[in-house]
């Protein structure tokens, strides 16, 4: 994913750095190294690390003034600007529809596979003001979830 990552960004005239982390101590050092090189915000994607400790994630981001964009919910809520996440009623609801078409008489193999078309857009106004980023109206009315 890193290769795709890397050029779409340059398609749209951003340089991106990808940091890995093995273990949750380096994520304070990594942050202070990304201010140290001028990094104007974060998009920290799913992984055990993050999934455990979406807040700590979100404090650093925030206390080094990075806006920042997370794929869980409890990012925004915990501080974090944005969080795009995939609704997981909808995706509960599908292995019942997969069930239901089994149990009519379609074949597994004659199921089509989905992609989720439901996400999440989580917005976090505190956040937001507290960077000095505005935030327009035209991204506010996607926002499933506003935090205020």
Same mark, same amino acid.
């Given at each position: ?27 304070? !050092?990594?942050?202070?190294? *990304?201010?140290? #090189?001028?990094?104007?915000?974060? /998009? $920290?994607? @799913?992984? =055990? ?26 990012? !925004?809520?915990?501080?974090? *600007?944005?969080? #795009?996440?995939?609704?997981?009623? /909808? $995706?509960? @609801?599908? =292995? ?53």
């Amino acid at each position: 994913m890193r290769k795709p990552a890397v050029d779409g960004s340059h398609t749209i005239g951003i340089e991106l750095e990808i940091i890995e982390l093995k273990d949750l101590a380096e994520v304070a !050092a990594a942050f202070d190294r *990304l201010r140290s #090189r001028g990094v104007e915000g974060v /998009a $920290i994607t @799913s992984d =055990p690390l993050f999934n455990s400790n979406p807040a700590l994630f979100a404090e650093l981001a925030l206390r080094h003034k990075f806006p920042s964009v997370g794929d869980d919910r409890t990012f !925004a809520k915990a501080g974090g *600007l944005f969080a #795009r996440s995939a609704n997981d009623l /909808a $995706i509960a @609801s599908r =292995p019942a529809r997969f069930v239901d078409q089994i149990l009519k008489g379609v074949a597994p193999g004659d199921i089509a596979a989905e992609l989720s078309d439901q996400d999440q857009l989580t917005i976090n106004l505190k956040t937001a003001k507290e960077l000095g980023v505005n935030i327009p109206s035209t991204v506010l009315v996607l926002a499933t979830d506003v935090i205020e």
